[in-house]
């Protein structure tokens, strides 16, 4: 994706829009596995039922 379309932010080689509105993709990879890992402690923090 190194075009720019509709869907990454003008001039920044290819990064997808996002809603931290991060333009680096080093920066946005980064962002995206804090908020991945956040959301996996808020997962396990759940009561796992007996039936799935």
């Known amino acids: 994706m190194a075009q ?3 869907y990454t ?3 920044s ?4 829009v996002n ?4 333009r680096d993709q080093a ?3 980064e962002a995206m ?8 402690i808020a997962l396990r923090r759940e009561p796992v039922p ?3």
């Open 19 to 22: 809603t931290f509105e991060v």
């Open 13 to 16: 080689g290819g990064v997808l």
């Open 4 to 6: 720019d379309d509709k």
């Open 33 to 40: 596995n804090d908020t991945a890992t956040l959301e996996m």
């Open 9 to 11: 932010y003008p001039g």
């Open 50 to 52: 007996e039936r799935p």
């Open 27 to 29: 920066l946005l990879d």
